[in-house]
């Protein structure tokens, strides 16, 4: 029998590429260029599954070729947000993620943007860099505490529990969450999280808010100026989850007014751009949407799409299917 023919959209760590090669009939990306959209829809056109990233609108049109090969989307990433989900349905397509295996490395980073804009530890670093530390004494760049303060966390997810287990655990943290599907009692009282009825309470009582929800339509824009209001006005957001849950100009708003005291951005509403004014603001961290960036985490993610896959076209249910 001849091996599933397959296209990758994008580079993968190299012990995933070779997996790929060994199992596949495999189109590599090897410029690692992003495909635009005739690429997008000859790949479909010509390939038993796509595997693409966060970055590649699959919507209807990309899926549009008649005859469609393709059978299979193995999504590098566990949002999957960039599908139409609808439309792979109903073009006969299964639709696979990779959860759990970016779970902690996205935690450790929405920690390490919490603490970094709690601590001013960019402003820190660029005021080393830029030679302008004239040494040190009591009053400067003062931050704010972590330790002993309450994290107040949108969305209990496992994205969302290992960042409560790091806040309660590692920083004596009180921690609350909002959650319209929480977890099992038992999971909540090991972590020490308490739930609240919305998600107003949580930005009430929150010194840190971090956002731990899927980028569905109804968390579009979650985080809004009412929801800025809401929040103390020492607060810090953390936003590792998607861009599309934060309305960007009334986050720019709240921190320019001093609603809010700064912001840890992982993600974009329009990534690569990023709205000018936050790039301006010190109190701010911006990252290039690194949560899932560690080695050992993209090569589980490439190999975590392929295990799929390998269900996939052995018969079986993969085990991560979504649609
Ligand atoms: C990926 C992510 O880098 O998995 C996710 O949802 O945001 C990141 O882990 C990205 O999605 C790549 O597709």
Do not use: Y
């Amino acid at each position: 029998m001849s091996k599933p023919k397959v296209i990758v959209t994008r580079r993968w760590p190299q012990e995933a590429e070779a997996r790929l090669r060994a199992l596949f009939d495999v189109t590599l990306n090897v410029d690692d260029r992003p495909l635009d959209r005739a690429a997008l829809q000859r790949a479909f056109r010509d390939h038993d599954a796509v595997f693409p990233t966060v970055t590649d609108r699959i919507d209807a049109e990309a899926m549009s070729a008649e005859p469609l090969r393709a059978r299979l989307i193995g999504n590098f990433g566990v949002g999957f947000n960039n599908i139409d989900v609808a439309a792979a349905k109903a073009r006969g397509l299964v639709v696979t993620n990779t959860p759990e295996v970016l779970t902690d490395a996205t935690a450790d980073l929405a920690m390490t943007l919490l603490l970094m804009t709690a601590r001013r530890a960019g402003e820190g670093e660029r005021h080393v860099r830029n030679k302008e530390w004239s040494g040190w004494r009591p009053t400067h760049m003062m931050g704010t505490q972590v330790t002993g303060k309450t994290l107040g966390l949108i969305g209990l997810g496992r994205i969302g529990r290992a960042m409560a287990k790091r806040a309660s655990h590692g920083f004596d943290m009180r921690v609350i969450f909002f959650d319209p599907f929480p977890p099992p009692a038992e999971a909540l009282q090991d972590l020490g999280a308490e739930r609240r009825e919305s998600i107003e309470s949580v930005l009430a009582e929150a010194d840190f808010v971090s956002l731990h929800c899927p980028a569905t339509p109804e968390n579009f824009n979650l985080m809004n100026a009412a929801r800025f209001a809401a929040m103390k006005d020492d607060a810090i957001l953390v936003n590792t989850a998607r861009g599309d849950v934060v309305d960007e100009a009334a986050l720019v708003r709240a921190l320019a007014d001093g609603r809010i005291a700064g912001a840890g951005l992982d993600v974009f509403a329009r990534e690569p751009a990023v709205t000018p004014e936050l790039l301006a603001m010190e109190n701010v961290v911006l990252l290039p949407h690194l949560g899932s960036a560690t080695r050992e985490t993209r090569t589980a993610m490439g190999l975590r799409v392929i295990e799929n896959a390998e269900a996939f076209f052995a018969g079986k249910e993969p085990r991560d299917r979504v649609a």
